[in-house]
C-alpha cells in the first residue's frame, strides 16, 4: 500500500482539511490519480459493465474506463453538479459513478448536498460505488472549502482520489486512494501485480513535509497566489470581453471555463492560439457525446498576475481574427 | 516513454554491455520489470490466449498472466534452458513466451544457442512474442557476459525487460522495455492509460548517473564484491554439505539455487527458517504444476563474506532438525 508513515500523515491531512473519514489500513499511495483510476477500474468493473462519468468531463478518466471494456455512460452536469435522476433514467444498474464533486471538471461547479445525498442514496440501494476524485479541492477562493462526498457516506461505497499533482508538482508521480475496508485486499492485489508499489524516497519525503507542517503552508500561500491570479484573469477577461463572456467555475482549483456568446469553433481556435503558443483547451474536447457548449478552459495557476493582461489581450486577438 | 535522455543511456548501454538491438525510440521506461510485464501483458495478451511461462520460473510473471486472465503453459526447463520442442508439443499457438535466458529463475541456467535460434525461428514463423527478462544479467562471473537474445532476433519478435532493481535497488523503482518498433504506439497508449509516465526526477539522476560512466563503474565494483560472496557460499555449501547438496546457477546474478539429497519439505523448512530470521525460498514455490524438484533459492549478494560461514551453519542446524 506505500509507506506506512506518509499513510498516516496523508489520512490526518484528511481527516482535517478534507473531512474525509479514514484510517491508515484504508490509504494506499500510487503514482497520481491516473493510476488510482486505473486500479480503481480493475477491481471494481468488468468488461461490459456500465459506469456514469460527468458529461462534459475527464477525458483520462473516460480512456481508462473503455481501456477496461467498460460501457460509459455520459450524465450530463448542471448547476448541481452529476444530474443523479438523468444518471437513474439512463442506466440506473450502473456498477459505478466517477465524479468531480468539489470543483467539477471542466465547468468547475461544486455538486450540492442534496445532489451528493441523491448520488449516495442511488449507490447504497443499487450497491453502486462512486469514485470521487478530488483533484484541486484544496485550492478554494472566497468561501471555505467544502467537504468531501466521502466524509458523507455512510455506506462504504466512495472510493476517493486524490493527487500531490496539483498541489506540488506533476512529475512527482505520487497521488493517494482512500478504499473502502472491505476492498482493500483486492486494490492491494492488483496494484502488487501492477507495478509492486512506489518509490520510497518520495515518500519520505512527502512524510517529513506534512509532518513538519510546509505541505499545509504551502497550500496557504499559494492559495493566496493563485486567488491573486484568478481575479486577475476574471476582471481581465471581464474588461475585454465584457457580458459577450460566461465565466464558469472561478471559486476553485487552477482553472476556470469560458464560453462565448455567438458560434465559436473551439478546436479550431485552439490550435491557432496553440500555434502563437497559447495554450487554450477546447471545451468541446472535454464532452464524450455531441458538444453542448463551446468554449475553452483557461488555467491562470502557471501565469503571474503582471503577465495575465498581455494574455488576455493576446486571447482576444486570436478570438477577433 | 520517459525521460528522452535517459533512453538515450540506456540504448548507449544495451547496445554496448547486452548487445541490444535499439534505438532511443525503442526505449519505454517503466517502474521496474513488474510494469513492464503488466504493460507487455495488456498489449500483446487478449484474455484466453495462451503464453508459455518457464517451469519452474518467475511467479510474479505468472500473476500478471493469470491477472490478464490468459491461459498458463508451463515449459520444463533443462540445462540448456527451456525445452523449445516441449513448449510446441504442449501448445504450437502460444501468443507469447515469457524467459529469463541470461540466467533463469530460479535455476541460474543460462540457455544455450541452439535454444535461442530455435525459441525465435518458432516464434517467427508462428507470429508469436518472445518476453525477454534480462533482470540480472549485469552480474556473471567467471566468463564473458551472455548476449541479450534481442540481438539475435533478426524478424522483431522479442520484447526485452531490464531494471535497475538488482543494480542499484528496488525502492528506486526504474526499469525498462525495448519494444519493437511497430508496437511503440500500442506500448506507449496503454502506458498512458495507466500513470501517464514515470517521475521525473530519478530519471534526471540516473541519466547522469548513466553518462559519466558512475553506473558501469558501479557494475563492475560490485560484481568483484558478489562474486566473492557467491564464492563463499558455494565453497561453505560444499564444505558443510559435500555431495548431499547440488548448486545450481552460481554463475551469474545475485541468487543461486540447491537441492538436496533424500525427502525435503522445503516449504516447511523455509517457514523455520524465517521465524529464525534466515531466508530461504523454497524452490516447489516457482512451479506451476507439481514440483518436480524440492529445494532452495538462495541470495547471496546481501550477506557480507565474514558472514556466510555463521549462515551456512545456521542453514544446516535448521536442516537437520
Aim: proline share 4%.
Amino acid at each position: 500500500l506505500g509507506s506506512e508513515e506518509l499513510r498516516q500523515a496523508i489520512c490526518t491531512y484528511l481527516r482535517t482539511s478534507r473531512a474525509v473519514r479514514c484510517e491508515p489500513e484504508q490509504v494506499m499511495i500510487v503514482s497520481g490519480s491516473q493510476q488510482a483510476l486505473e486500479i480503481t477500474a480493475r477491481v471494481l468493473m468488468d468488461a461490459g459493465e456500465a459506469a456514469w462519468v460527468e458529461e462534459p468531463g475527464y477525458w483520462l478518466a473516460r480512456q481508462v474506463l473503455r481501456a477496461a471494456g467498460c460501457k460509459i455512460v455520459p450524465v450530463p452536469v448542471d448547476s448541481e453538479g452529476l444530474e443523479v435522476a438523468a444518471g437513474i433514467r439512463k442506466y440506473r444498474r450502473a456498477k459505478a459513478a466517477y465524479i468531480t464533486p468539489s470543483h467539477q471538471f471542466p465547468t468547475g461547479v461544486t455538486m450540492s448536498a442534496a445532489r451528493r445525498l441523491q448520488l449516495l442514496d442511488w449507490a447504497e440501494r443499487s450497491g453502486a460505488w462512486i469514485v470521487e476524485d478530488d483533484y484541486d479541492s484544496e485550492y478554494r477562493y472566497g468561501s471555505m472549502p467544502i467537504a468531501s462526498l466521502q466524509g458523507l457516506d455512510r455506506s462504504a461505497r466512495v472510493i476517493y482520489i486524490g493527487t500531490f499533482s496539483k498541489t506540488l508538482f506533476p512529475a512527482l508521480r505520487v497521488g493517494y486512494l482512500v478504499i473502502p475496508h472491505d476492498l482493500v485486499h483486492r486494490f492491494a492485489g492488483i496494484r502488487n501485480a501492477m507495478d509492486l508499489g512506489p518509490p520510497h524516497l518520495y515518500q519520505a519525503v512527502l512524510t517529513d513535509f506534512l509532518n513538519e507542517g510546509h505541505y499545509a503552508r504551502h497550500i496557504r500561500r499559494m492559495r493566496l497566489l493563485y486567488e491573486e491570479r484568478r481575479s486577475a484573469l476574471v476582471e481581465g477577461l471581464g474588461r475585454q470581453f465584457g457580458s459577450r463572456m460566461q465565466i464558469l467555475g472561478a471559486e476553485a482549483g487552477m482553472h476556470l471555463a469560458v464560453t462565448l456568446q455567438g458560434r465559436v469553433r473551439d478546436v479550431q481556435v485552439a490550435e491557432r492560439a496553440a500555434s502563437e503558443r497559447l495554450w487554450l483547451v477546447p471545451l468541446s474536447s472535454t464532452y464524450f457525446e455531441k458538444p453542448a457548449r463551446q468554449g475553452f478552459i483557461l488555467g491562470f495557476a502557471g501565469t503571474t498576475t503582471a503577465e495575465m493582461p498581455r494574455q488576455i489581450r493576446h486571447l482576444k486577438s486570436i478570438l477577433e481574427l
